[in-house]
């Protein structure tokens, strides 16, 4: 199966930027929808951002759509999530999970799920 392992996690200060990693495994990944979604303590789980199989369209979430950008490199396999303006409240355990259809904000669509990345915001 797909594996995924998100990286790129850290401290941060507000205002800062950041950049999530999302390297998969197997064969024909640009095949697959991915997103991103995080998780805070004592939180529900939120999506953040998708990509489309040939990185045909993106989708973000309103809370950080103008600082944030999804990407993929076909050649590595691999999804960013590239971050800026970071708030305190953009703290949280961030996740990648892909998917052999196109892209959705439900995060039980998503059939594999990465390990997670903590990133911290200090306020």
């Known amino acids: 199966q797909v594996q995924l392992v998100e990286s790129g996690g850290g401290l941060v200060q507000v205002g800062g930027s950041l950049r999530l990693s999302c390297a998969a495994s197997?064969?024909?990944?640009?095949?697959?929808?991915v997103a991103w979604f995080r998780q805070a303590p004592g939180k529900e789980r939120e999506f953040v951002a998708a990509?489309?199989?040939?990185?045909?369209?993106?989708d973000y979430a309103d809370s950080v759509k103008g600082r944030c950008t999804i990407s993929r490199d076909v050649a590595k396999n691999t999804v960013y999530l590239q971050m800026a303006s970071l708030k305190p409240e953009d703290t949280a355990v961030y996740y990648c999970?892909?998917?052999?259809?196109?892209?959705?904000?439900?995060?039980?669509?998503?059939?594999?799920w990465g390990q997670g990345a903590q990133v911290t915001v200090d306020s």
């Open positions: 990509v489309s199989q040939y990185a045909w369209s993106t």
């Open positions: 999970a892909a998917r052999y259809r196109g892209t959705t904000r439900i995060g039980a669509a998503y059939e594999y």
């Open positions: 197997g064969r024909a990944f640009s095949s697959y929808a």
